[in-house]
């Protein structure tokens, strides 16, 4: 079972394999670790239903957040206990007079508590992480990742967080372009629609990554 | 109605609202058109259904993308009586050796028949257009249409073509983050997939620009 | 008299004149300032010959910059009296370990002391303006000046600061690239080498900026 | 002897070394050479004195420019030797409606003969090489050289061709912000002007590259 099984039809999975698309990137020599924007205001400060979850903050996914966070979790002490960097690309507190089209679509958006911008605890920065505050859904957008990661010499680029349909996607469609060997683990990014989750998942293992579960990635992982 | 009604539930539809997603952006007052990729192998020499269209071309949508093209057709017509510019980001012929992760996830595509890449006749550039040849998703990776669009001094953005969750939405994606107001014409874009063009729609709609029809976007062109 | 006769030889800029370099970008309409890297870390706190002042800051350029922000106030004064927008890219904190190149070639730059990153009060930045912070030459480089440019509808770029062969410079070059037209006032920038500062103007105004002036170029901008 | 002794004073040299500039950045271990603009357009057909040059293509740099491309061809050499990547941005031929600011600035450049866009003969690429088309000084703006360098996983640039003070610095600029090492071996790149040529080697050296004759920057290479 796929997570877009039963969404996406078999005859338009059939369609693409038709047309060829979807094969494995695979995995390259040195793995980065991406978290992007596991922040309270995605996740709320405690797993709450989706509908209380907006009253803290409107930016919150709800429970899904925490059993994606979960995931992220043996992630990051995989990657910590290999030695392989891990960054943190993350929204950075609006401006009022910044908000550009951002604050015409999506205005709540632009008036989150500040502790909905701390990191969520149990996934928290180390001293020496790379951060990366940005204001865009691309984790590449306007800020220096693309340096980093070349300092780095990372050439695959594991990435987690949310939402699956937003900044994931934005920074995985960045990844693919930059040549990247990108990794999404399908249960370690969340987002606050299951569909539009599932259906993201499905265009980006059909055109910009291998999408998996995390128990199955770590594998992988460990093979390098 | 839509175009994700049905397929993106009620219960995440009020999710949106709840969380305050969907705003309208509106139109500024300097619009271009970008058609993107409506060149024979997306859509191939004749409409076909989608199985005998990928015979042809492995990268040929099918018969959805004639009717898209009719509407296409539309917008051309009423950018070029108002001397709005219309640019044309492009796939550009492959090369071999510069597959990078493409030729790894979708081999297939780098081996379309030279005719695929040219411009569907119905829509095709006239001299003076500016054409970007392009080898990643989005319209501005790697291409100049940034440097264009300032020096056109364009605000808002029209943009069709295919595929809606390919090289549409990513365009789409970094178009709002550079602050430019972007229209989506629902039936001036097209994809090999009902379920996930209906799905990149509803995303678009949410987080980065106004998705109708071509006839309620023309409308509001004719108003500037 | 220019600022580099003298040190580009007759002959030579008589070679730039056979080649035809050097014409005149003009000016647009809607002009926007910016003032790069302003701070006392490039200043000094006072006025200070330059052997002295490498004490206090070792990016520190001595008196020649209090000359250069005497003229960027008069521009400051300019814009803000007429409405138009001024935005300030300037020098981030360093992160010990996010030096990258910048370490290697410039470890001193790696410890400046933190009143150093303080912008300059003469010039400093109002509530509303645009605050980019950097860690590369260009103002445009992993920052989200574009995005500020094209959301202002800025056509036209008059770039002050500092140093004239580094951030300037670099920042001047994307800004053509990226077809603004470009205007440095050429006693409102300011660098630790006079002969570097002379060439790299002449550079600038025969490839990417009229180079004139500030007198001159508030002469120009008030025609607007 | 630099080649910016008695252009750059003693004091000034001085200077830089006060404010800790100009450290060496080193070599990594996956080189790639990078030949810019090394087309008849900016050589000549032939050798020729400048001003006999300019009368051929209005972009040529005359005679130095051959001087230059023996070292080219010694590290073209080197590099197929290793196995290591060469590739070739180069200028595109312009499209009258396409100028934007260079055709404001630099009018001449809009109306180079064809024959001009050809690569100089003893450095052109074979089958297998990438080539960079671009229409701006940076071999890195609008271009996808970042998403090959990646794919390449390089980490050491050797820059060469021309101009020194135009295209060759935008790139290196690019690259050092983008955390390669850069090496420009300085008898390999060009310029039609001597003292921008030394001046911008100087700003170069002091900031972003490591700048050396191409016979060190052969034997650093060698012991990789």
């Known amino acids: 079972m796929r997570p877009w099984d039963g969404i996406i039809s078999d005859e338009e999975q ?6 060829g698309f979807g094969r494995p990137s695979g995995v390259g020599k040195r793995p980065a670790l991406l978290i992007i924007d596991v922040q309270y205001r995605t996740a709320g400060t405690t797993p709450m239903p989706f509908f209380e979850a907006v009253k803290e903050f409107p930016t919150s996914c709800g429970e899904v957040a925490w059993k ?4 992220i979790r043996l992630l990051v002490d995989e990657f910590r206990q290999r030695g392989w960097p891990v960054l943190y690309p993350h929204v950075a507190p609006k401006n009022q007079h910044e908000g550009g089209r951002l604050a015409e ?9 500040a502790n909905g911008y701390d990191f969520v605890r149990e996934i928290a920065p180390r001293p020496g992480d790379v951060l990366l505050p940005k204001k865009h859904p691309s984790a590449f ?5 693309t340096s980093h990661l070349i300092d780095l010499q990372a050439d ?16 995985v469609v960045d990844a ?22 599932a259906v993201n998942l499905f265009d980006m293992s059909e055109k910009y990554a291998d999408v998996a579960p995390t128990a199955e990635i770590t594998e992988t992982l460990r093979k390098i």
């Open 14 to 19: 059939r369609a693409y394999r038709a047309a």
């Open 68 to 71: 994606a966070i979960d995931n």
């Open 105 to 113: 679509k999506v205005p709540a958006i632009m008036n989150i508590a």
């Open 141 to 145: 957008f306007a800020t220096a990742l």
């Open 156 to 171: 695959t680029l594991v990435v987690t967080g949310c939402s699956t349909s937003g900044c994931v996607r934005a920074s």
């Open 176 to 197: 693919f372009a930059l040549n990247f060997k990108v990794l999404v683990p399908q249960d370690a990014v969340y987002d606050r629609s299951h569909v539009s989750h």
